[in-house]
Nanobody, 116 residues
Framework: QVQLVESGGGLVQPGGSLRLSCAAS????????MSWYRQAPGKERELVAS????????DYADSVKGRFTISRDNAKNTVYLQMNSLKPEDTAVYYC?????????WGKGTLVTVSS
């Protein structure tokens, strides 16, 4: 059974940091590209960051470049999103996605709220 379980969300003040984790099971994690998406209230889901499987190449949305860092630990079947200098506009549900053509899986999300 495929599972992606996100954790690490919560309430943080502007300028603060959070680290999200996504624990994967039920598939060969190391060959899948992994991504973090987010969806703010009333907005479409958007890609935040991605990390390739073989090369480890990373890509970021312009809105988070220099503040967020995606990483993966294939030994632990886990992908991370380190979020620094958080802003109120980062408030959203953050989702983990695994992709290896043509298969793709989603987690159920973790809520991040940035507010004073």
């Amino acid at each position: 059974q495929v599972q992606l379980v996100e954790s690490g969300g919560g309430l943080v003040q502007p300028g603060g940091s959070l680290r999200l984790s996504c624990a994967a099971s039920g598939f060969t994690f190391s060959i899948y590209a992994m991504s973090w998406y987010r969806q703010a209230p009333g907005k479409e889901r958007e890609l935040v960051a991605s990390i390739a499987s073989a090369t480890g190449r990373v890509d970021y949305a312009d809105s988070v470049k220099g503040r967020f860092t995606i990483s993966r630990d294939n030994a632990k079947n886990t992908v991370y999103l380190q979020m620094n200098s958080l802003k109120p506009e980062d408030t959203a549900v953050y989702y983990c996605r695994a992709y290896y053509y043509p298969m793709g899986y989603w987690g159920k999300g973790t809520l991040v709220t940035v507010s004073s």
